[in-house]
């Protein structure tokens, strides 16, 4: 596509003498006689380069200049000014005029300055290109899900996050409050500030002063110099509370200070210094059970919970399974050089059935571990369940019983059978695997009518 220069003159000649020249050199030209008719034309060309005349009737190259919308890929503007009114050529500079030239105008000086401002125009489109393909990292598009419920979160995430809006996000662990937070700043006019998240529950109640609002030098024994707080770091940016429900009581009091107020104080200081942060809290315990207890304030409740997004438990949106599973296969395949394609249906049928009381996090973790151990394309039902069932823990078997209760019996003879399935029919192997007493586990099968194949007499393994 052609670079378009947009020239702007009141004086007709000037105009055509100027467009030959331009076109000559492969420029789609557009003119316009008066600052206003250039407005209108910036705003349908979209030039990249606009060349003025400064001193034209009614608007000004100036006023022109100062007029146009203060976009992101904005238009050179290259002001043209009679020769001796150098004074003005610089006052143009400063107001953001990118060049200017004198008349009389030389051809290959012109034609110099308008390639170089294309090429700066170049340059600015490749570097919005770049921030904006690192801010899509984190943008709304990172949230999966295509559950009407998560469709309509991430609705209001976008809504949101263009207004400086104080959010708390409330939901189970894991189910991706802090994924969320991360969204609505990446996603507002503060993306370039910093994203600093507090975890309330892990800072010491005799640090969080500290931590949050720093220190003057000596404000402490151990306060060596002066150290700015997380909340003076943050400045223009968003700070995440997490976990907020578990900030003790006394450290309750000093943020709601802060967040009357908008200014902290160092500790050990004097002045107070301004803040600008937006808050975003987090926390998956029931806060108004903690207000009728007393354990949370009322006054802090009130100014955290302006907007309340409520993360739903992964269980209670199941259409969210299969494109967070495709997503996390893609990631751990990238992750591990491994090319896992897909989850069998029964294993997927058992994915969703699953309770997964860690959530989204879980069920990362699960297809993590199971793209790492897999040695298939497919991962089977055995893949995912001997992780999701039997993974040890701390030498404990982790077993989540179902809301809805199971049948024990069934699961026994299922759990006999595979035993006996996998060890080939010998029935001390599968009573080893159960580390179960041999006795026991033909009792057992006895009682549950299975028959063990008959392969059980392995010699000395049957006492
Ligand atoms: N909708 C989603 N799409 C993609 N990844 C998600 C989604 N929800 C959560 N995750 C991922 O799951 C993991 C846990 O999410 P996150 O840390 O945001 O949860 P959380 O609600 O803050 O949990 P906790 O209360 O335990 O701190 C992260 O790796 C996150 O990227
Ligand atoms: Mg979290």
């Given at each position: 596509?052609?670079?378009?220069?947009?020239?702007?003159?009141?004086?007709?000649?000037?105009?055509?003498?100027?467009?030959?020249?331009?076109?000559?050199?492969?420029?789609?030209?557009?003119?316009?006689?008066?600052?206003?008719?250039?407005?209108?034309?910036?705003?349908?060309?979209?030039?990249?380069?606009?060349?003025?005349?400064?001193?034209?009737?009614?608007?000004?190259?100036?006023?022109?200049?100062?007029?146009?919308?203060?976009?992101?890929?904005?238009?050179?503007?290259?002001?043209?000014?009679?020769?001796?009114?150098?004074?003005?050529?610089?006052?143009?500079?400063?107001?953001?005029?990118l060049d200017y030239l004198t008349k009389p105008l030389d051809k290959?000086?012109?034609?110099?300055?308008?390639?170089?401002?294309?090429?700066?125009?170049?340059?600015?489109?490749?570097?919005?290109?770049?921030?904006?393909?690192?801010?899509?990292?984190?943008?709304?598009?990172?949230?999966?899900?295509?559950?009407?419920?998560?469709?309509?979160?991430?609705?209001?995430?976008?809504?949101?996050?263009?207004?400086?809006?104080?959010?708390?996000?409330?939901?189970?662990?894991?189910?991706?409050?802090?994924?969320?937070?991360?969204?609505?700043?990446?996603?507002?006019?503060?993306?370039?500030?910093?994203?600093?998240?507090?975890?309330?529950?892990?800072?010491?109640?005799?640090?969080?002063?500290?931590?949050?609002?720093?220190?003057?030098?000596?404000?402490?024994?151990?306060?060596?110099?002066?150290?700015?707080?997380?909340?003076?770091?943050?400045?223009?940016?968003?700070?995440?509370?997490?976990?907020?429900?578990?900030?003790?009581?006394?450290?309750?009091?000093?943020?709601?200070?802060?967040?009357?107020?908008?200014?902290?104080?160092?500790?050990?200081?004097?002045?107070?210094?301004?803040?600008?942060?937006?808050?975003?809290?987090?926390?998956?315990?029931?806060?108004?059970?903690?207000?009728?207890?007393?354990?949370?304030?009322?006054?802090?409740?009130?100014?955290?919970?302006?907007?309340?997004?409520?993360?739903?438990?992964?269980?209670?949106?199941?259409?969210?399974?299969?494109?967070?599973?495709?997503?996390?296969?893609?990631?751990?395949?990238?992750?591990?050089?491994?090319?896992?394609?897909?989850?069998?249906?029964?294993?997927?049928?058992?994915?969703?059935?699953?309770?997964?009381?860690?959530?989204?996090?879980?069920?990362?973790?699960?297809?993590?571990?199971?793209?790492?151990?897999?040695?298939?394309?497919?991962?089977?039902?055995?893949?995912?369940?001997?992780?999701?069932?039997?993974?040890?823990?701390?030498?404990?078997?982790?077993?989540?019983?179902?809301?809805?209760?199971?049948?024990?019996?069934?699961?026994?003879?299922?759990?006999?059978?595979?035993?006996?399935?996998?060890?080939?029919?010998?029935?001390?192997?599968?009573?080893?695997?159960?580390?179960?007493?041999?006795?026991?586990?033909?009792?057992?099968?006895?009682?549950?009518?299975?028959?063990?194949?008959?392969?059980?007499?392995?010699?000395?393994?049957?006492?």
């Amino acid at each position: 596509m052609k670079p378009m220069v947009l020239v702007v003159d009141d004086e007709p000649l000037q105009r055509e003498i100027m467009k030959t020249i331009l076109d000559g050199a492969g420029y789609e030209t557009h003119t316009a006689g008066s600052g206003r008719e250039a407005l209108v034309l910036a705003a349908k060309f979209k030039p990249e380069v606009i060349l003025t005349d400064l001193k034209m009737a009614g608007m000004d190259g100036i006023e022109l200049l100062e007029s146009l919308p203060a976009t992101e890929v904005a238009p050179a503007v290259i002001i043209v000014t009679a020769h001796g009114t150098i004074a003005s050529a610089v006052d143009a500079l400063k107001r953001g005029a990118l060049d200017y030239l004198t008349k009389p105008l030389d051809k290959d000086k012109v034609l110099f300055t308008v390639r170089k401002a294309c090429e700066r125009g170049e340059i600015l489109k490749e570097n919005v290109r770049l921030k904006k393909e690192l801010f899509d990292r984190f943008s709304l598009e990172g949230i999966v899900g295509q559950s009407p419920r998560m469709t309509e979160i991430v609705n209001l995430l976008r809504k949101v996050a263009g207004a400086s809006a104080t959010v708390m996000l409330r939901g189970e662990s894991g189910t991706g409050k802090e994924l969320a937070a991360r969204a609505i700043h990446y996603n507002s006019p503060r993306r370039a500030r910093p994203f600093t998240a507090i975890n309330c529950a892990a800072i010491p109640e005799s640090l969080f002063e500290s931590e949050l609002f720093g220190h003057e030098p000596g404000a402490f024994t151990g306060a060596v110099g002066r150290r700015e707080g997380l909340i003076e770091m943050t400045q223009g940016g968003t700070l995440l509370l997490d976990e907020v429900g578990d900030l003790p009581m006394a450290m309750q009091s000093k943020l709601l200070r802060v967040l009357q107020d908008r200014e902290i104080r160092r500790v050990g200081g004097k002045e107070a210094v301004k803040v600008d942060v937006r808050i975003i809290s987090a926390t998956n315990k029931n806060l108004e059970i903690e207000l009728e207890k007393g354990t949370f304030r009322e006054d802090l409740y009130y100014r955290l919970n302006v907007v309340l997004i409520e993360l739903p438990p992964l269980r209670e949106r199941p259409d969210d399974i299969v494109p967070l599973v495709d997503f996390f296969l893609r990631k751990y395949n990238n992750e591990f050089g491994r090319r896992v394609r897909a989850v069998s249906p029964e294993a997927l049928r058992a994915l969703r059935d699953y309770r997964w009381p860690g959530n989204v996090r879980q069920l990362e973790s699960v297809i993590e571990r199971a793209v790492l151990l897999s040695e298939a394309e497919v991962l089977s039902l055995e893949d995912i369940s001997s992780i999701l069932f039997a993974r040890r823990f701390d030498g404990r078997l982790q077993f989540e019983l179902p809301d809805e209760g199971l049948d024990y019996e069934a699961l026994e003879r299922t759990v006999l059978q595979q035993a006996l399935q996998r060890s080939g029919g010998v029935a001390s192997k599968a009573a080893r695997l159960l580390r179960m007493n041999y006795k026991a586990f033909l009792y057992r099968l006895e009682k549950f009518g299975i028959k063990d194949g008959g392969n059980e007499r392995e010699g000395e393994e049957s006492k």
